[in-house]
């Protein structure tokens, strides 16, 4: 971890944390770097993430054994970079969904957000995982007044496949928001928020009681079919084979995976934290607590933290994270707060980090099976819920069910001119950009 000092907006001087506040302010986990690679187990997981981490908690109680290899430690990727909002709703949006898909079909795949978000809650209640899991609903936000009559069609689109939702309007929006930037918003209460640190933690605390092996500090280079069903996983830290394997490596997928390299675009996803804020002020910048985005391409997300500290993210620049991008990011995320809380204008920033949405190019998930191995990634920006939920889908595809995986239907074509480098990312914020500027 390395921690800059820079100046910040309004003239203070201090040092920033560039580490993600869920991966630093949870308890501190087990240490797997040591772990000993098995040579043989039933089904080995590439990734220790959400995904990786659910499916291995829901194939050892089919009496499975587990081993899942992380490059790093447990969680440290989008999994434990992200928001930490658990929420309804694709990345295409309801609208377009039917547009595509038809409306009974569109409501079926909304269903499983739903679905997703009810796994989570029932993981933390048996599994007892102490991880502020709170139903607080989601705010989204008009960035425009056409903007708020699209949330009015979603509002009628949601009450036709059963869904309620509260419209509100500009002059309602005080009660949600203390801020005059948005035109309006639509309330989801089926939404949630936790601190997804200690829910990967969690998870990978499930995980290990049951009997998984889990081992950081592993890169795989390769994955190969041996014969029929057995399949050798080679890593930095030696050789496993298993009957099947799983793919969880979502938008870290590396060279060993290049299949799936070809369909992911990484865009990086960037977010700052501030010092704790008095109680008085959060009371009146987010007395709901929700779960809050606005609707731009280029778009703000932000919540109250458990220990009442705002955080607010985005894609403030369409580049991958690294140390230096993120800084850059995390300015540009300052001045975004500021825009949308003036009151926060001279608040201190904590922390700031970057982590890597998995986008594809229909920004739908995808999972199934693919020579022999099982996969399941490309949440574009909605993984928290749907990366845990596909755990345990993919378990249950795993173990003999293929019709748990609510995305089968789906075909995956690779994305043309992308052969593993995100080279046009420049190009494609310039696009979006443009449109947020003249939608």
Sequence with gaps: MRTYTYAHIVGKVHAMRQISYWLDSAPAGVDYTSAAIPRQVDIAVIGGGLTGL??????????????????HKLGWGASGRNGGMCTTGMAIGLLEAIRRYGVEAARGLYGQYDAAINLVEKLVAEEGIDCDFRRSGKLTLASKPAHYDRLRETHSALAEIGYEATLVPRDGLSAEIGSDTYWGGLVDPLGAGLHVGKFVRGLAGAADRRGVQLIEDATVTAV??????????????????????????SGYSGRAVPRYRRRIVPIGSFVIVTEPLPRELIDELMPTRRMAADTKNLLFYFRITPDDRMLFGGRARFALSNPESDLKSGRILQRGMASVFPALAGSRVDYTWGGLVDMTRDQLPHAGEHD??????GYSGHGVQMATYMGSQMAAVMSGDPSANPWREFPWPAIPGHLGRPWFLPFVGAYYRMKDRIS
């Design 54 to 71: 659910s499916a291995a908690v829901h194939l050892a109680d089919t009496g499975a054994t587990v081993a899942v290899l992380e490059q």
């Design 224 to 249: 190969s079919r041996v014969s029929g069903q057995v399949h050798d996983v080679r890593s930095s830290r030696g050789t496993v084979r298993a009957s099947q394997v799983l793919l969880a490596t």
């Design 372 to 377: 022999g191995h099982f996969y399941s990634m």
